[in-house]
């Protein structure tokens, strides 16, 4: 069965591109009689035009995350060179890059929450719970001791690694402002800029002097 509208091929429908379309599948028992059958179909359509409504709704939220995380990566919005990505501002050493991914995840969350009217909790979730499609789970990393991805890790799995990552720095970063406040943050983000750490180690103990958290438990890998 043909999918009823275009979506991705994970069955999302998303908003910064034009949508592909995919083949839904309804399996069949031999023994289903025709009732049976327009009675599966019927459901399976029902389920994803239910599913395209719940879509619709999440859209606008969705896309205004993506832009804020987007803008807090690179303010500098007019300049899309490789080398302002990945929190370049922060001039973090890659040991520590995971924690400007924190930082780009937890602001984008703020910042769509004001706009929106969305709870920061709900937008924070959608952007640091596991992912069923990755492999690799926020979990299993160890941000203590990040792998590193040009000599550690084989290539065609650094993306999925990195996916894992961020949302795992994300729940660190959000720890941080749970317990500390906004405040903390943005008074360690101007410790960052004002002398990047060296290594990462630097970074946990900026954490812990400028802010009181400590970082170590969330850091670690919980399964």
């Not at 995971?98 to 924070?124: C, H, N, P, Q």
């Not at 065609?156 to 990195?162: D, F, K, S």
């Not at 906004?182 to 990047?196: G, H, Q, T």
């Not at 900026?206 to 919980?222: E, Q, Y």
């Amino acid at each position: 069965m043909k999918c009823a509208a275009p979506c991705s091929a994970d069955g999302t429908r998303p908003v910064d591109r034009a949508p592909d379309d995919i083949v839904f599948w309804v399996q069949i028992d031999p023994a289903m009689t025709p009732a049976d059958i327009s009675e599966l179909v019927a459901q399976r359509v029902q389920k994803f035009s239910d599913s395209i409504t719940a879509a619709l709704s999440q859209a606008g939220p969705q896309y205004t995350l993506r832009l804020m995380m987007n803008f807090v990566n690179n303010p500098n919005t007019k300049d899309t060179s490789a080398d302002k990505q990945n929190m370049a501002w922060m001039h973090l050493p890659p040991s520590a890059e995971w924690f400007g991914l924190g930082v780009m995840g937890d602001l984008g969350a703020k910042y769509t929450a004001e706009i929106t009217g969305f709870s920061r909790a709900d937008l924070t979730a959608a952007i640091d719970q596991n992912n069923p499609s990755n492999p690799i789970q926020p979990g299993t990393i160890d941000l203590l001791h990040p792998l590193n991805l040009q000599t550690d890790i084989r290539p065609e799995y650094v993306g999925v690694y990195r996916e894992a990552m961020t949302r795992k720095a994300i729940r660190v970063v959000a720890a941080l402002v749970t317990k500390e406040g906004d405040d903390a943050l943005d008074k360690l983000i101007a410790a960052v800029k004002a002398n990047p750490p060296a290594n990462n180690a630097a970074m946990v103990d900026l954490i812990k002097s400028t802010t009181g958290f400590d970082p170590t438990s969330a850091m670690g890998p919980t399964q």
